[in-house]
């Protein structure tokens, strides 16, 4: 599975371009995190994930 990471920041009023904001409605928004994304080749499909930064 091949995974790319990204920092998740506040840029303004709004969070990076990549992920639309009604998407980041569960996540602790006072932590940082990083956005995974993985992509399956058997399905041929992306994966979401987030992960509070270490």
């Known amino acids: ?3 790319i ?3 998740l ?3 303004g009023s709004s969070f990076e371009t990549t992920i ?3 998407i980041l409605f569960a996540i602790d928004k006072s932590k ?3 956005v995974v994304f993985k992509f399956d ?3 041929n499909r992306w994966y979401v ?3 509070v930064s270490r």
């Open 1 to 3: 599975m091949t995974e």
């Open 20 to 22: 639309p904001m009604p």
């Open 5 to 7: 990471r990204r920092k």
């Open 49 to 51: 994930d987030f992960e």
């Open 41 to 43: 080749p058997k399905s």
């Open 9 to 11: 920041y506040k840029r």
């Open 32 to 34: 940082k995190h990083d």
